[in-house]
């Protein structure tokens, strides 16, 4: 009898996107690759990267919330790096679910998938990102999770700013209060609709107004200081804006295909000493997994 032998391949994401916090997502062009194998015995292969390699490992926790994970061989690749705010924690979730759908053959749609990943995540935005790819908003109601996906406008790249820190989603979360001031809310509902529409109709400029946020940015700057200068001085280096990316440190920079070597070389300049400097595009795919 053959081994069943799957491979899983997940896109990072940012969160929040300035002013959609808990709410709004994208999809990004960095991967996290999971093969699984019926090998008759349990094992993790790390891939290099620090973590677990036990039960206890994410993607494992996330299999086995679906499917035992006995005689599984699990062997991670992953280009996303750890607790910098793209989505690592979320794409190991959805990594270990795809993985245990497929090798048994469960048949859940996404939005089972979508509610199983929530359930483990805590919060929809980036595994929705990651399931779904492209743009994503996200409501976490009554009946569960749901998500509203949208492609990428044309024209529209991404470049980030990774630093060397880790920063811990916990210690992000408790920088927010459980109450914010009225005009802070509504200056982000404002900011989200107008960064919605800037989006769905490829209006860049409406889409620039739209990426301020009242809520968490500023209420974090203690916990990443460097980070929150790019994101006051985007506009200033030919960007169409910048924003933390989820629970940060890493700078998500917004601007055009046109300008993006321009505002990638004063990025660079600005922070090339301390900070990795990637162009990162949108993209529009979510989680596969291709025929081997």
């Avoid at 997940?10 to 194998?37: F, Q, R, W």
């Amino acid at each position: 009898m053959t081994a069943r032998h799957r491979l899983v391949r997940v896109p990072a994401s940012s969160a929040n996107l300035g002013p959609g916090y808990d709410a709004m997502a994208a999809a990004m062009a960095m991967h996290l690759e999971l093969e699984v194998e019926e090998s008759g015995e349990f094992s993790f292969d790390p891939g290099g990267l620090d973590v677990p390699t036990g039960r206890e490992n994410l993607i494992v926790r996330a299999f086995e919330s679906l499917r035992p994970a006995d005689g599984i061989a699990f062997r991670l690749r992953s280009e996303i790096p750890l607790a910098r705010g793209l989505g690592s924690s979320s794409a190991a979730i959805v990594a270990g679910l795809y993985a245990a759908d497929h090798l048994y053959e469960l048949a859940l749609t996404k939005e089972e998938i979508l509610a199983q990943a929530t359930e483990i995540e805590g919060h929809p935005d980036n595994v929705a990102a990651a399931i779904y790819g492209g743009f994503v908003v996200c409501a976490d109601g009554e009946d569960g999770p749901t998500a509203a996906r949208f492609d990428p406008p044309e024209g529209l790249e991404g470049i980030v700013v990774i630093p060397p820190e880790e920063v811990s989603t916990e210690r992000a979360r408790e920088a927010i209060p459980a109450e914010v001031p009225l005009a802070d809310a509504v200056a982000n509902v404002s900011a989200a609709a107008m960064l919605v529409l800037g989006l769905r109709s490829a209006d860049l400029d409406l889409l620039a107004r739209g990426l301020r946020d009242s809520i968490h940015q500023d209420r974090r700057r203690d916990l990443y200081p460097r980070s929150m200068e790019i994101v006051d001085s985007a506009r200033e280096m030919g960007a169409l804006g910048a924003t933390i990316s989820g629970a940060g440190p890493t700078v998500l920079v917004w601007t055009t295909w046109q300008d993006a070597g321009n505002v990638a070389a004063a990025l660079e300049e600005r922070c090339g000493s301390w900070a990795e400097i990637k162009r990162l595009p949108f993209s529009p795919l979510g989680a596969d997994v291709p025929e081997l």
